[in-house]
């Protein structure tokens, strides 16, 4: 696609269930990456893809979080049992591979607002 | 891990002005990015820029990478770019770019 798209725009759940966060980057971007932002946190990596699998999980908050990547495109992120303190925006970005010059550069999707009641 | 700050936290500017937007950074670095996050909360991609000076129009950034700051202009400010402006820096992780962010610099352009 032209850009990067997540869905849906806006969430709204209760506390206790789960929710699932979709991510399609940038036709040919083979690396893939979940953000999340928060207003006492500000913009905190979660977990990065390279093709289907994730080398660096680092960023993920507990064992609540999981994220899936199929056929190296599209990205699926599970929030179990959500808490009110995962109200955020999570967001999506997708760069290509490589250490070449601007290959790393990575672009943004308009993310999901999820609001945990 | 790496430090990244930015100055200042808030600005308010009149249209037509210019500005100047400040990154410093704790450790080396593989890339330096500059995002303008709209009202909408969009992440916009500015500029690309690990080392030298970049223009795009109204607006320029330049990294010394060896002294660890990067700088955003803008000129001629616009009631457009308000919102909050990023850097965010590249730790490169198996291939990949895992970006750590500043907390931004609120701007806000008047008339």
């Known amino acids: 696609g032209a850009g990067v798209s997540q869905s849906p725009s806006n969430k709204v759940t209760e506390k206790g269930k789960d929710v699932e966060l979709r991510c399609d980057p940038i036709s040919g971007h083979t690396a ?14 979660l977990i990065y893809f390279q093709g289907n699998s994730a080398p660096d999980k680092s960023g993920l908050p507990s064992d609540r979080f999981s994220a899936e990547r ?11 049992r959500t808490q009110q303190e995962d109200s955020a925006v999570y967001l999506c970005a997708s760069s290509l591979f490589g250490a070449g010059w601007g290959r790393g550069t990575q672009y943004f999707g308009p993310g999901t607002r999820l609001l945990v009641l | 891990g790496i430090q990244v700050e930015q100055s200042p936290p808030d600005l308010i500017l009149q249209e037509g002005a210019n500005s100047t937007l400040r990154c410093n950074f704790s450790d080396s670095v593989n890339n330096l990015q500059w995002f303008h996050q709209n009202p909408w909360g969009q992440l916009i991609n500015l500029f690309y820029i690990p080392s030298g000076t970049k223009q795009n129009g109204r607006l320029s950034a330049t990294t010394v990478a060896t002294e660890r700051y990067s700088l955003l202009y803008i000129s001629s400010s616009q009631t457009t770019d308000s919102g909050v402006y990023f850097c965010a820096v590249d730790l490169r992780i198996a291939g990949g770019n895992k970006l750590t962010f500043g907390t931004g610099t609120q701007l806000k352009v008047e008339l």
């Open chain 1, 32 to 45: 893939l990456y979940w953000y999340r932002q928060s207003l006492g946190q500000g913009l905190e990596f």
């Open chain 1, 70 to 80: 199929t056929g190296g495109s599209v990205s699926t992120l599970t929030i179990q």
